[in-house]
């Protein structure tokens, strides 16, 4: 199967910067990458889907200028946390489309404002 | 929104079988069933998953009953290991995964 890594895997900012995560798929290229956000004891929930070389779709309620996501390689997607906040503190995973075999994650990235 | 149900959790003995379900009454007839499973802190592990026919593969076997309307993942072996949160899926909108709840599955010894 793919091989998807995400980095970093724990981030701690200060509140009012930015940060940027990277979804890298090692293997497999991928012109569609998933993101999303899990806060703790909850379900996963899907943000947006990133497009190579197109702009991202994001799900309702998601704001897209504070969730930046750029998809410019068919190997890497990244998601910038724009002026982050405690209340954006969560879990967030990166996935790899694949329309008919199954799906890959990332490891995920523990993001911490303080 | 999610289209499964699924038991908020389940205790299974170790070495014993783990029957998993989950309802997916309005299923269409494309759509497949998906399992993951999420270790703490983790991301989701794919595991298996099914249009109508039952599946097995190493980690697990799926059976879906015949009007499709629910499924059941079956961890023939359970270790401590396999205690996770476990997510039935029903893929919409091509690969637009919606993660509901899940069923905590705990294996104790």
């Known amino acids: 199967g793919a091989v998807v890594s995400q980095h970093p895997s724990r981030v701690i900012c200060k509140s009012g910067t930015s940060v940027k995560i990277e979804c890298r798929s090692l293997?497999?290229?991928?012109?569609?990458m998933f993101w999303y956000r899990q806060f703790p004891k909850q379900s996963l929930m899907l943000m947006a889907t990133?497009?190579?070389?197109?702009?991202?779709?994001?799900e309702q309620g998601v704001e897209k200028d504070k969730f930046l996501i750029n998809h410019a390689s068919l190997t890497l997607s990244t998601l910038t946390v724009t002026s982050a906040h405690p209340e954006d503190s969560s879990f967030y995973i990166c996935?790899?489309?694949?329309?008919?075999?199954?799906?890959?994650f990332g490891q995920g990235t523990r993001l911490t404002v303080v | 929104d999610a289209k499964t149900t699924q038991p908020p959790s389940m205790d299974c003995a170790e070495g014993r079988a783990a029957n998993l379900p989950c309802n997916h009454s309005?299923?269409?007839?494309?759509?497949?069933v998906y399992w993951y499973r999420q270790i703490h802190s983790q991301g989701p592990q794919y595991i298996i998953h099914?249009?109508?026919n039952n599946e097995t593969n190493e980690m697990a076997s799926l059976i879906i009953t015949e009007d499709r309307k629910s499924s059941t993942l079956i961890l023939p072996h359970a270790t401590l290991r396999d205690t996770a949160v476990y997510y039935c899926?029903?893929?919409?909108?091509?690969?637009?995964?919606?993660f509901g709840a899940g069923t905590i599955l705990r294996v104790k010894s």
């Open positions: 996935r790899v489309g694949s329309r008919s075999t199954e799906a890959f």
């Open positions: 293997d497999f290229q991928a012109t569609t």
């Open positions: 990133s497009n190579e070389g197109s702009k991202a779709t994001y």
């Open positions: 309005t299923i269409s007839g494309n759509e497949y």
């Open positions: 099914g249009l109508k």
């Open positions: 899926i029903v893929l919409e909108y091509g690969n637009k995964l919606v």
